[in-house]
């Protein structure tokens, strides 16, 4: 039996190869204009690893009926006040959902409708989290260790940045006096 470890997983499955996984990285370098202190940001290393994601894919991109897998381990962090997080995307299939659940660490699923209603969902080890279609998703670490979820969505979701590297989310999540708060 392959046996593939990808962060904190052992697939033990005949079908699941190490192959298809794909791991990527992403620097604060990688999230210029994510963050809203510019002053802040412009202060600290860009080369410094802010997530990695491990994708597991078992179908092609677009595939209809499929479905993806990934483990994102978040650093813990801040830029000014406002926690690391992941950039945030909308599925381009819009209406696609998705499955995030919480694995290691503390911190918030950040959800916003396409009316632009912004709210979160704590997560921590076993939390749970469906995000529906039409809702953009993103995570910030409000702890102070690294902060590891899991993703499940099907494999014809695709990711639509655009949408919210031009206009962002609607509300932050930074600390107010220790207290993680959405303004
Ligand atoms: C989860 C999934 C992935 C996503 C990753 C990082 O693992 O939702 O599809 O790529 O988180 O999030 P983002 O792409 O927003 O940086
Ligand atoms: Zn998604």
């Not at 190490?18 to 963050?35: A, H, I, M, N, Q």
């Not at 599925?91 to 632009?116: K, P, Q, T």
Request: charged share 20%; proline share 4%.
């Amino acid at each position: 039996t392959n046996k593939v470890f990808i962060p904190e997983v052992f697939f033990t499955n005949d079908c699941l190869t190490g192959e298809d996984v794909v791991k990527s990285t992403r620097v604060l370098g990688d999230l210029d204009g994510v963050f809203q202190d510019k002053e802040a940001y412009g202060k600290m290393n860009k080369e410094q690893a802010v997530y990695h994601v491990s994708s597991y894919l078992p179908v092609l991109e677009n595939t209809p009926g499929g479905l993806f897998m990934g483990i994102t381990t978040l650093y813990p962090g801040k830029v000014g006040q406002e926690y690391f997080m992941t950039k945030g995307h909308f599925h381009s299939n819009s209406d696609r959902a998705e499955f995030y659940w919480g694995v290691e660490g503390e911190g918030f699923l950040i959800l916003m409708d396409e009316r632009r209603n912004v709210w979160a969902e704590r997560m921590f080890p076993g939390s749970l989290h469906y995000i529906p279609g039409k809702v953009a998703h993103r995570v910030a670490n409000t702890g102070y260790q690294k902060l590891v979820f899991s993703a499940c969505w099907p494999s014809d979701a695709g990711h639509d940045y655009a949408t919210i590297a031009d206009a962002g989310f609607a509300r932050r999540l930074v600390d107010v006096n220790g207290v993680p708060t959405l303004v």
